[in-house]
């Protein structure tokens, strides 16, 4: 088990190591197969870093070349792993010229490409998931022609026929709707074509009916000034596209195409500074808006810009075009089947055009283009959707089959390298570019019309994808790529546990790694890596004491762990094949196993003298007919087993025998091992190859299966130790969850199922966990939601009728995208904490009350102390001073543990630990003591006097107490004398005088071996100075006359 240290620098190694980790320091237990991984991918950091040594030169000048045997031997004997085979492989595939040697550059380079294709692989195979279709609430009256995203402001643009534009935040709440222009005359006679955003001026440009283009000024504080009107155009521009060059601002081509097939081309050379110039006789006010004529235009009067165009598409309406600076050319398309898409290519001298065209069939209505994969996409007419060459005309390098409506719209997810399209019959689509394939499909529901049009358009850097129905405008957008949410674990997570003597959080995942967390903060402490392997941890557990964590494997095997990383014993419970484990149960003298079979196997400590640990007997044989699930312990004796199909057997752990069988359905009375036939059979009992993967697939499973048996399947048991009373009261004492999101409260003493409730509908089966005190009760399901409930008072007295009345729900909320596969509640500092394990690999903590979720994992740690708010104890309530005190002396065991001897232990706690108590049992009693008085209160106002007792003696009657006879006083009264007179003084032993510091000291003390030289030297010089001073005033002194 090799051990990852998460603070920089340390890292700690212990034994034994893992095969697989041999060959990856960083904790990759992938599924496949150690023989199908090639080497390079196994490669850690270290062995580039040797690899690096053995290629460097005695001289920065020189460069040292390897052959292919010299390569095999050196690699083989540096990294010291792998076979002469592999690395001759290796070698191979970095000589690809077959030039006999290679040296540092090359291999570097085969490395980074391989990541490289490695990487984009994984980004084509990614299915994007998307949140509902949600209509946004617009406030255009007619057909929404264009949707625009700008940068500038982080606001969008929508545009409709009628000349109202939208302007919408970067959350899409709609801010305002404006008229184009305050002309409502002009309006009123014209429609809007399209609408292009020029970035690199602030401004906007609208086309018009009317022929005309005005560019408005997006910075203005009016609503949308017109700063430029060109007009006389030949035809009506109905498309229209404008790029600009992020290293030139200046430099920028605004396309436009009309009704008459004409495509149109004003590429500006000085855009910063003006787009048009100003005409002579125009008026000199800024505001003013500037009108500029076609016709002359194009001659070239105006220095700032110049024109391009062609007529090839021959009076065919544009539907679309577009600049694509990589090809240096314009497209442009149209619906006709001959030069349905057009290439104007923009000669060296920029103002002359070369023309090429594809003709296809029934023509197109969009198309789209990939620069780094350089294909064109078309929304075939024919119901395709075409790949092509830009510079191959013949035919289409690919086409995509899936659409059973014509093709209007197609766009490329660049990063992604994959394609949306979208058809008629309102279907979308995606594809995979590399295997031409379509990897989703979705249904969008719009109202049914033959006459409507359809706007498309993804906005990639934001993950939204917008699509108009006239003038209704929808928005998919995308959930949160796994990799960009935060997650606990790299693989999802199967268990949870919480340590309360280190304060620490335990988690497991499929990829066999353990991590540990602090719960204050949610930093990550340490981390175990390849614990079983390449099996996935499926169960863990912790002994009495903590200080060993057992983990159960999908391989058959369970691993007892120090808190260090060091294995010290392996129980093997699969002796004929795997079994999938699904719980483990520690015990004072046993340690039970159950899983995907019908059997308990036992463990017993006493016996642990080798690393491998065959099982012993269980003297219960079998009794389940179907394969145990969970299973459960309550002192000091009582032993629960819940299966698949739904029967909790009840056994007694000191005898091992199994003495009755709880059902939803029926109960019976199991007289002795031999009795295995049953009063009613529900399963056959199932092979472990029939399952796969408990916490994976079976819980998938159940939610789909509506057989009786899962309806039934038993996958929690959880005792109420807290519930001291019941035993003379009655009441549940065990509580049951699993197939269909039921929830059952049981009396194991009376043998009948009390209460019944539906927690969870419609998800399959749950699981749960509650708190020490027994006040809480968490549930969670299939689809990752969470709901915890107040059991504090539910099924405390027995009845005659099943409860099907649900306890009173606190909280319900979604903490994770996927399943739950683990809840662990606990106390810290008198708040009731929630930890929840999912399959979206991220492990949550929250409390009872509703605070926000917080990971583990996240880059910001949290103080548990700021995010959890404590209710405010009542500090007048003292409490009983002897229920206090017993309340404090609870020992740090057990509590199978607190009713045995406690001067023997387990073989397990090898390593004693001094824990002093902290300050969370202290928090704890509070918390406590907050409970009592709070149940006093409410007895209080709810009656005052307790009608039915709910102690073991409440048969006993109490009357008034009788008078006592008069007292006579204690003879030390009557005669002090005798018990208090003083005795002979006794002689005190004398006291030993202990000998003086002088006699003692084995060296004469000396201050110049306890001060530095320095102080010495200025001491010595200062007395001197003081003596002669004294001598000098004493010799004045004399010198006086008399």
């Given at each position: 088990m090799?051990?990852?240290?998460?603070?920089?620098?340390?890292?700690?190694?212990?034994?034994?190591?893992?095969?697989?980790?041999?060959?990856?320091?960083?904790?990759?237990?992938a599924k496949?197969?150690a023989?199908?991984?090639l080497?390079?991918?196994?490669?850690t950091?270290g062995?580039?870093a040797?690899i690096?040594r053995?290629?460097?030169?005695?001289?920065?000048?020189?460069?040292?070349?390897m052959?292919?045997?010299?390569?095999?031997?050196?690699?083989?004997?540096?990294?010291?792993?792998?076979?002469?085979e592999e690395?001759?492989?290796?070698?191979?595939?970095?000589d690809v010229?077959?030039?006999?040697?290679?040296?540092w550059?090359?291999?570097?380079?085969?490395?980074?490409?391989?990541?490289?294709?490695?990487d984009?692989q994984?980004?084509?195979?990614?299915?994007?998931?998307?949140?509902?279709l949600?209509?946004?609430p617009?406030?255009?009256?007619?057909t929404?022609?264009?949707?625009?995203?700008?940068?500038?402001?982080?606001?969008?643009l929508?545009?409709?026929?009628?000349?109202?534009?939208?302007?919408?935040?970067e959350?899409?709440?709609?801010?305002?709707?404006?008229?184009?222009?305050?002309?409502?005359t002009?309006?009123?006679?014209?429609?809007v074509?399209?609408?292009?955003?020029?970035e690199?001026?602030?401004?906007?440009?609208?086309?018009?009916?009317?022929?005309?283009?005005c560019?408005y000024?997006?910075?203005?504080?009016e609503?949308?000034?017109?700063q430029y009107k060109?007009?006389?155009?030949?035809?009506?521009?109905?498309?229209?596209?404008?790029?600009?060059?992020?290293?030139d601002?200046?430099?920028?081509?605004l396309?436009?195409?009309?009704?008459?097939?004409?495509v149109?081309?004003?590429a500006?050379?000085?855009?910063?500074?003006?787009?048009?110039?100003?005409?002579?006789?125009a008026?000199?006010?800024e505001?003013?808006t500037?009108?500029?004529?076609?016709?002359?235009?194009?001659?070239?009067h105006?220095?700032?810009?110049?024109?391009l165009?062609?007529?090839?598409?021959?009076?065919d309406?544009?539907?679309?075009?577009?600049?694509?600076?990589?090809?240096d050319?314009i497209?442009?398309?149209?619906?006709s089947?001959t030069?349905t898409v057009?290439?104007?290519?923009?000669?060296?001298?920029?103002?002359?055009l070369k023309?090429?065209?594809?003709?296809?069939a029934?023509?197109?209505?969009?198309?789209?283009?990939?620069?780094?994969?350089?294909?064109?996409?078309?929304a075939?007419?024919d119901?395709k959707?075409?790949?092509w060459?830009?510079?191959?005309?013949?035919?289409p390098?690919?086409v995509?089959?899936?659409h059973?409506?014509?093709?209007?719209?197609?766009?490329f997810?660049?990063?992604?390298?994959q394609?949306?399209?979208?058809?008629?019959d309102k279907?979308?689509?995606l594809?995979?570019?590399q295997?031409q394939?379509?990897?989703?499909r979705?249904?969008?529901?719009?109202p049914?019309?033959?006459?409507?049009?359809?706007?498309?358009?993804?906005?990639?850097a934001?993950?939204?994808?917008f699509?108009s129905?006239?003038?209704?405008?929808a928005?998919?957008a995308?959930?949160s790529?796994?990799?960009?949410?935060?997650?606990?674990?790299k693989?999802?997570?199967t268990?949870?546990l919480?340590?309360?003597?280190?304060?620490?959080?335990?988690?497991?995942?499929?990829g066999?790694?353990v991590?540990f967390?602090?719960?204050?903060t949610?930093?990550?402490?340490?981390?175990?890596t390849?614990c079983h392997g390449?099996?996935e941890?499926?169960?863990?557990a912790?002994?009495?004491?903590e200080?060993r964590?057992?983990?159960?494997s999908?391989?058959?095997t369970?691993?007892?762990w120090?808190?260090n990383?060091?294995c010290h014993?392996?129980?093997?419970?699969?002796?004929a094949g795997?079994?999938?484990?699904s719980?483990?149960?520690?015990?004072?003298k046993?340690i039970?196993?159950?899983?995907?079979?019908?059997?308990?196997?036992?463990?017993?400590?006493?016996?642990?003298?080798q690393?491998?640990?065959?099982?012993e007997?269980?003297?219960?044989?079998?009794?389940?007919?179907?394969?145990?699930?969970?299973a459960?312990f309550?002192?000091?004796q009582t032993?629960?087993?819940?299966?698949?199909?739904?029967?909790?057997?009840?056994?007694?752990?000191?005898?091992?025998n199994?003495?009755?069988v709880?059902?939803?359905?029926y109960?019976?009375l199991?007289?002795?091992?031999?009795?295995?036939g049953?009063?009613?059979?529900?399963?056959?009992?199932?092979?472990?190859?029939t399952?796969?993967t408990y916490?994976?697939?079976?819980?998938?499973?159940?939610?789909?299966?509506?057989d009786?048996?899962?309806n039934?399947?038993?996958m929690r048991?959880?005792?109420?130790?807290?519930?001291?009373n019941i035993?003379?009261?009655?009441?549940?004492n065990?509580?049951?969850?699993?197939?269909?999101?039921?929830?059952?409260?049981?009396?194991?003493?009376k043998?009948?199922?009390?209460?019944e409730?539906?927690a969870?509908?419609?998800v399959?089966?749950?699981?749960?966990s509650?708190d020490k005190?027994?006040?809480?009760?968490a549930?969670?399901?299939?689809?990752?939601?969470l709901?915890?409930?107040n059991?504090?008072?539910?099924?405390?007295?027995?009845?005659?009728?099943?409860?099907t009345?649900?306890?009173?729900?606190?909280?319900?909320?979604?903490?994770h995208?996927?399943?739950?596969?683990?809840?662990?509640?606990?106390?810290?500092?008198?708040?009731?904490?929630i930890?929840?394990?999912?399959?979206?690999?991220?492990i949550?903590?929250?409390?009872?009350c509703?605070?926000?979720?917080?990971?583990f994992?996240?880059?910001?740690h949290?103080?548990l102390?700021?995010?959890?708010s404590?209710p405010k104890?009542d500090?007048?309530?003292?409490?009983?001073?002897?229920?206090?005190?017993?309340i404090?002396?609870?020992?740090l065991?057990?509590?199978?543990?607190s009713?045995?001897?406690p001067?023997?232990?387990?073989?397990?706690?090898?390593?004693?630990?001094?824990?002093?108590?902290?300050?969370v049992?202290?928090?704890?009693?509070k918390?406590?003591?907050?409970?009592?008085y709070?149940?006093?209160?409410h007895?209080?106002?709810?009656?005052?006097?307790?009608?039915k007792?709910?102690?073991?003696?409440?048969?006993?009657?109490?009357?008034?107490?009788k008078?006592?006879?008069?007292?006579?006083?204690?003879?030390f009264?009557?005669?002090?004398?005798?018990?208090f007179r003083?005795?002979?003084?006794?002689?005190?032993?004398?006291i030993p005088e202990?000998?003086?510091?002088?006699e003692?000291?084995?060296?004469?003390?000396?201050?110049?071996?306890?001060f530095?030289k320095e102080?010495l030297?200025?001491?010595?010089?200062?007395?001197?100075?003081?003596?002669?001073?004294n001598?000098?005033?004493?010799i004045?002194?004399?010198?006086?006359?008399l």
């Open positions: 090799s051990c990852q240290n998460a603070t920089p620098g340390l890292n700690k190694g212990s034994q034994p190591r893992p095969e697989n980790l041999e060959k990856n320091s960083h904790g990759a237990t496949e197969d023989s199908t991984v080497l390079e991918k196994q490669l950091l062995d580039f040797q690096q053995a290629f460097e030169p005695p001289e920065p000048s020189q460069t040292i070349c052959s292919r045997e010299e390569f095999v031997q050196r690699m083989t004997e540096i990294v010291g792993w792998g076979t002469k690395y001759g492989e290796l070698f191979d595939k970095v010229a077959q030039e006999g040697f290679i040296n550059d090359k291999l570097t380079s085969f490395l980074l490409l391989t990541l490289y294709e490695k984009e994984a980004k084509a195979t990614v299915v994007p998931q998307w949140r509902d949600e209509f946004l617009v406030k255009h009256k007619d929404i022609q264009r949707v625009i995203f700008l940068k500038s402001s982080s606001r969008y929508t545009i409709s026929k009628e000349g109202s534009v939208g302007i919408w935040g959350n899409l709440k709609l801010q305002e709707t404006l008229p184009i222009t305050s002309d409502a002009k309006l009123k006679h014209l429609w074509t399209s609408m292009v955003s020029l690199n001026v602030n401004k906007i440009a609208v086309a018009f009916t009317s022929k005309e283009i560019f000024d997006l910075l203005s504080k609503e949308f000034p017109c060109l007009q006389g155009l030949k035809g009506t521009p109905i498309c229209m596209d404008y790029w600009y060059n992020p290293l601002a200046n430099e920028s081509i396309s436009f195409g009309d009704i008459t097939g004409k149109q081309v004003i500006f050379t000085t855009a910063l500074i003006s787009l048009f110039e100003r005409p002579a006789g008026c000199e006010d505001e003013a500037v009108t500029i004529n076609w016709a002359e235009l194009r001659p070239g105006h220095k700032c810009c110049y024109t165009g062609h007529k090839l598409h021959h009076g309406w544009v539907r679309q075009v577009t600049y694509n600076a990589s090809l050319a497209i442009s398309s149209t619906t089947n030069n057009v290439l104007a290519w923009r000669e060296k001298s920029k103002k002359h023309m090429t065209s594809f003709n296809i029934q023509g197109i209505h969009a198309f789209d283009y990939h620069s780094q994969l350089n294909l064109i996409a078309t075939g007419i119901n959707v075409c790949l060459n830009p510079y191959v005309v013949s035919k390098v690919g995509l089959w899936g059973s409506a014509s093709v209007i719209a197609v766009q997810f660049a990063a992604r390298k394609l949306f399209s979208f058809s008629r279907v979308l689509r594809w995979d570019i295997h394939l379509s990897i989703q979705i249904s969008c529901f719009f049914k019309s033959q006459d409507f049009r359809c706007l498309f358009h993804f906005d990639e934001h993950g939204r994808l699509i129905f006239n003038n209704q405008l928005l998919l995308m959930k790529e796994a990799g960009k949410r935060v997650t606990s674990h693989k999802a997570v268990c949870v919480y340590s309360s003597v280190l304060k620490q959080v335990i988690s497991s995942d499929v066999s790694t991590s967390w602090m719960i204050d949610g930093q990550k402490i340490k981390q175990f390849g390449n099996a941890i499926s169960t863990m912790l002994n009495a004491n200080t964590l057992l983990t159960g999908t391989d058959g369970v691993k007892v120090d808190l990383g060091c014993h392996t129980l093997n419970v699969g002796q795997a079994v999938d484990i719980h483990i149960l520690v015990l004072k046993t039970l196993v159950t899983g995907w079979d019908r059997s308990i196997t036992v463990f017993r400590p006493q016996n642990f003298n690393f491998s640990i065959q099982p007997e269980w003297k219960g044989g079998i009794q389940h007919h179907d394969d145990i699930l969970c459960a309550s002192p000091p032993l629960v087993t819940g299966s698949y199909d739904g029967e909790i057997v009840l056994w007694n752990n000191s005898t091992e199994a003495h009755y709880l059902h939803p359905d109960q019976r199991l007289k002795s091992k031999s009795d295995a049953p009063q009613k059979l529900l399963g056959a009992g199932r092979s472990p190859s399952h796969p916490d994976q697939a079976t819980l998938r499973a159940c939610s789909f299966e509506m009786t048996e899962c039934h399947a038993v048991l959880c005792f109420l130790e807290a519930r001291k035993t003379g009261t009655g009441g549940a065990l509580v049951s969850c699993g197939g269909s999101g039921y929830v059952r409260f049981w009396d194991t003493f043998k009948q199922l009390l209460a409730f539906l969870h509908s419609g399959g089966s749950i699981i749960m509650t005190s027994n006040r809480y009760l549930t969670g399901d299939l689809e990752g939601w709901k915890i409930w059991i504090e008072e539910y099924c405390l007295n027995p009845s005659k009728n099943k409860l009345q649900a306890p009173t729900l606190i909280r319900s909320f979604r903490p995208e996927d399943w739950i596969s683990s809840l662990e509640m606990c106390e810290l500092g008198g708040r009731s904490l930890l929840s394990a999912s399959a979206d690999c991220s949550r903590v929250t409390d009872v509703g605070v926000p979720v917080q990971i994992g996240q880059e910001k949290w103080q102390e700021n995010c959890f404590v104890i500090t007048n309530f003292m409490g009983n001073k002897i229920q206090e005190k017993s404090k002396e609870i020992p065991f057990s509590k199978e543990e009713c045995l001897d001067s023997k232990h387990s073989l397990l706690d090898k390593k004693t630990y001094s824990v002093r108590p902290s300050e049992i202290n928090l704890g009693v918390y406590m003591e907050r409970n009592v709070k149940k006093k209160t007895d209080l106002y709810n009656g005052g006097i307790i009608q007792s709910c102690s073991s003696f409440r048969s006993l009657s109490i009357g008034t107490l008078e006592l006879p008069e007292v006579n006083k204690p003879a009264l009557l005669d002090p004398e005798k018990y003083e005795g002979p003084e006794e002689q005190c032993p004398q202990f000998p003086s510091l002088s003692t000291l084995k060296a004469i003390f000396d201050e110049k071996n306890l530095p102080i030297d200025h001491e010595r010089r200062a007395k001197q100075l003081c003596q002669e001073t001598s000098e005033v004493k004045k002194r004399n010198k006086k006359p």
